[in-house]
């Protein structure tokens, strides 16, 4: 199964954000649990928005 690489680690290769990672999935379950992966095509895909950038108030300087 592939999965997608969320945070930097070292499994049997340094893995970066963004690369894709084929294993079992009994194997990298830890990993998904900790937010480390996701499954390929899952949302986790999907950009994150900023939440900053709509919380402020439009009277801040910018």
Known sequence: MKFKVLR??????????GDIREADQHEVAHLVDRGVLAPEGTKADAPKANKAEKAAPKNKAE
């Open 8 to 17: 930097q680690h070292l499994g049997d290769k340094m893995y970066m954000p």
